[in-house]
């Protein structure tokens, strides 16, 4: 599987696309030092997206 690296301070948009463009399902999450901070799934984004929408912090809880 592809390894893509992204920095902390991408936005929302900029995530969907890296993913999008690099047809891959998670982003790993570096600070300015190229050090690892975190990973970031498509399920994540879809989830955080679903969040906004509903205008909720429980919505995915609530359809589970």
Do not use: W
Not at 32 to 46: F, N, S
Not at 47 to 59: C, E, F, Q, W
């Amino acid at each position: 599987a592809k390894s893509v690296t992204v920095r902390e301070n991408i936005s929302f948009a900029e995530a969907v696309l890296a993913i999008s463009e690099n047809r891959c399902h998670r982003l790993i999450v570096t600070d300015e030092k190229a050090q690892v901070t975190g990973i970031v799934t498509l399920g994540d984004l879809i989830r955080a997206l679903l969040k906004l929408l509903s205008g909720t912090t429980t919505y995915y809880q609530q359809k589970k």
